[in-house]
């Protein structure tokens, strides 16, 4: 990775002092999105977690979720506007999920109810 | 950097290269220009869908008539709702989205104009492969909502519901690439001064019918892949033998369907609100509370979907849910109504041809939206699911509702469009005439669905006793024609010879009666600063001064260009080539819009 | 991709931002006028886009859900889903994703080699997940899984096709961007072309952060 030279706009500005490289953050981002998928990974091998395997995994799946919405995507620092056009269908697409889920597998378990 | 740069810019005033004005149209990416392509074309459909629903009237007059036969009958009714709700009525909305709305919030297009183009050439071509099954004898015939395992190759043979689902598909891209560029443009273009709160009502419902095209149309997109992917690539989604279940199909159509439903409606509710405070000469009532009520209406119009689907065995614990989320969707759609009376109350009321339409909407739609709620009653819905009461709930709702809040809309804009004000004295005999023919044809279908007839089925017995409603209905039909001709005529006698109109004929409130009539291709010579919800009312000369005033320099237009119609042609072609039967050729057409979108992507704007 | 972002008000200010989205452009800057929030246009249609897309998957998703173990016949999921491997090429993607913001911050700060290489390294990773799901959608064939076999195959395959497709897209238009970037066309003042493929790429990538732990860790 060699250094390289900044380059200059058309009006000979120079952009590299307007920014400074957020790269200790992002790797530590990057790092803490490895771990976390290699928890899960652990935790879909060992027997005795079983239980709780599915809750444990939404929840680290939504965490990495986040972390790369907020962060790598920005949504966190940028204006609200965005995060608004795109939690908004996020939220509609989840209750599709959730609301299929619950008319295919869980309402049938409910015997008389179903 | 430095905002030094020198531009030289076309001015707008200079005279383009003379090409031939079909070529014109074909490249324009003006947003007035592509409103009226997508008006004209959802006219003419508007027709063909209006045949196809006499035909069914004439096989239903008497009993036991033998003039379509049943694979005839069910390609035409399959047609006549495909074609009103995706032919009709989205792009009469969005025909009414492309003109008003960049008027309204004062902006010179919409967010993509190229896009813009895309999407109505999309719609066009996906339009005329999907009517082209007539001439192979292969129209959809699996019911517009296309239940499985209808349009399986085993219940399905043919090409019919390939022309469907495909045909669907690109329709589907369409609406989803317009409603991107709807919300862009409305978070985006607003003039300066207009908050949000400040937007004209249609402007809101545009933003809401905007934001469910595309949460609802993926959904569509992705059922209309499974069938198309069991039908071509042998998958099991619907195959029953394989473990597949035709509930799937169900849920994922109504929950695209339901909020399609509000999609059809939304509008139609923006142009009425338009239309009441201007005829009544009174700003809005309760502004506030129809932006939220709107608002509300988009959202739990998400969680109301199975009421679709009593009949189909889901269980108390489903129907109970469905049936509350239901009932509680009237609430704020009863406030809308209430607050459109409480415009009205207290108003100079002048009974223009266009308030006309938009008072008859109210009471029509009303009647529709209490038989809505009747059959939200899941144990009440048993009885009336599929049999003609159903057919006449929706025709209220989407023809009483949609159709008479576009004719309104087409009185209240006509002058805007093309300079010239509507024939008022032929314009009050068409609503009436039409709108007798109307309730002359639905209201019976109450009786005879109670009474016990079911929908989609060729014919009935003479034993029912239902021939003399059924005559009824099909007679409101030819007066419903009569109404139509009267309209149809009225515009093009309108076009060419009506009174020449004034900026703001009706003296409304809105930006889009700031500038000429027709406007100039860039809409307004400099861009107003609004301080107000009724900028012509409250502030007219200041807006004027700017809208009509000198000519802003700098003002950059953007060029016709020929890659969406281009671009169009490689996206409907990858959905057309499925029919081939040869898995990689729709890639061909994949290929054909790669290179569209690149070319696009470097053309300079 | 470069639906111009237009939207003409008063001509006298220009907002830098909008200058910066001339999209692929060079020699040609509309005035572009402020716009009502300040934002990219361009911007903020696509984050609308992806809003859209979040529905597609999520329908996706949902039919795979509901058909889970519901196939009549063969293979199963548990018979041929390989974890470790699975595992290897999602952590592939998710420092992909890192590769996008590490690109983008470099061609910002004008360090074009750095941008160069950390763009060819999305590329590069990208290719390696599609050489992972190439190899996967082979040996699942080999041993007698296909689209048509039982709806394991087809809602497996579809869901994961369409993801795939994604990426394949997304690789494409990395290689057009670092082309431009190569040949000095895509610079500091027009990064914004950048971080819009960026969040195209961030939105595969989180994408599959639900496939993997809904349909392979949830088997
Ligand atoms: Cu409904």
Known sequence: MAESHAILDEHGHSHDEEHHVGWKKYAVIGLVLAIITGVEVAIFYVDALAPVLVPALLVLSAAKFFLVVQYYMHLKMDHPIFGRVFWAPLFLAVLVVIGMVILFKILPTYGVFS | MATAEVHVHTPITQPTKKKSVIWDWMTTVDHKKIGILYGVTALFFFIVAGIEATLIRIQLAKPENAFLGPDVYNQIFTMHGTTMIFLVGMPMAVAMFNYIVPLQIGARDVAFPRLNALSYWIFLFGAIFMNFSFLLGAAPNGGWFGYAPLTSTQYGPGLNIDFWALGLQALGVASIMGGVNFVTTIIQLRAPGMRLMRMPLFTWMTLFTSFLLITALPVFAVALFLVTFDRFWATNFFVMQSGGDPMVWQHLFWMFGHPEVYILILPAFGIVSEIIPTFSRKPLFGYAVMVYSGALIALIGWGVWAHHMFASGMGPIADAFFTISTMIIAIPTGVKIFNWIATMWGGRIQFSTAMLHAVGMLITFTIGGVSGVMHATSPHDLQQTDTYFVVAHFHYVLIGGLILAIFGGLYFWFPKLTGRMMNERLGKWQFWIYFIGFNVTFMPQHWIGLLGMPRRIFTYSADLNLASLNMLSTVGVFIQIAGVAMLAGNIIWSARRGRVASENPWNAATLEWATTSPPAEHNFNQIPTVHSREPMWVEADQVRASTLGPMEPHMHMPPNSYWPIFTAVGVVATFILFMTNIWWMPLVGLVWTVIGAINWAYEPV | ?219
């Open chain 3, 1 to 219: 991709m470069g639906v111009g972002v237009w939207g003409v008000r008063s001509g006298q200010t220009i907002h830098k931002e909008l200058i910066l989205a001339t999209a692929a452009v060079e020699h040609h800057h509309p005035v572009h006028p402020p716009t009502a929030t300040g934002l990219n246009t361009w911007k903020v249609g696509f984050w609308v886009f992806m809003g859209s897309e979040t529905l597609f998957f999520g329908s996706l998703i949902s039919i795979y859900l509901v058909y889970k173990g519901t196939s009549v016949v063969g293979p199963y999921p548990s018979d041929v889903f390989d974890i470790p491997l699975t595992t290897v090429s999602t952590f592939v993607l998710l420092m992909s994703s890192l590769a996008v913001v590490l690109a983008l911050d470099f061609l910002r700060a004008g360090r074009r080699n750095l941008a160069l290489f950390w763009t060819m390294m999305i590329i590069v990773l990208g290719a390696t997940f599609l050489g992972f799901q190439a190899y996967e959608f082979t040996h699942f064939y080999h041993v007698g899984l296909t689209l048509s076999t039982n709806l394991f195959g087809s809602t497996f395959f579809v869901l994961t096709g369409f993801h795939g497709a994604h990426v394949t897209i997304g690789v494409i238009w990395l290689l057009i961007l670092w082309v431009d970037m190569f040949r000095g066309k895509l610079r500091p003042e027009n990064s914004l072309r950048l971080e819009i493929a960026g969040l195209y790429w961030h939105f595969v990538d989180i994408v599959w952060i639900a496939i993997f732990t809904l349909i392979y860790l949830m088997e």
